[in-house]
């Protein structure tokens, strides 16, 4: 699957185990009525995002899994997961300012 939508968070890596880390990023898409959906990277996948900032536009691929699980109760539940396992689009042009940091062309200068 695919979608389309603007970078607006981007989480941490996590260590999972001895030999898995993920990263969660989050992706707002729709224009009348904006929603947000939350995909995780792991391992190498998380070297996808490297280059994109906060607000860039993104498509992402990505496959669904669902899977059960017993409650402490008893009972059952099921979580879904959005993994992403591509990621296109354009970064945003950076600029450098006066500290010879870079900074987003639509950074304003206050």
Do not use: C
């Not at 999972?16 to 995780?40: L, Q, R, W």
């Not at 498509?59 to 109760?73: A, L």
Request: no cysteine.
């Amino acid at each position: 699957m695919e979608i389309q939508g603007k970078l607006i968070h981007v989480g941490a890596s996590e260590k999972i185990g001895d030999s898995n880390a993920k990263m969660t990023f989050v992706i707002e898409y729709g224009v009348e009525y904006p929603k947000k959906a939350a995909f995780d990277l792991w391992n190498d996948k998380m070297e996808k995002l490297t280059g994109y900032a906060i607000g860039d536009s993104l498509t992402v691929s990505f496959n669904i899994d669902s899977r059960s699980f017993n409650r402490k109760d008893g009972t059952k539940g099921i979580i879904t997961n959005l993994q992403a396992w591509k990621i296109s689009g354009e970064a945003a042009p950076k600029q450098e300012n006066a500290m010879g940091t870079a900074k987003k062309a639509d950074d304003l200068p206050f």
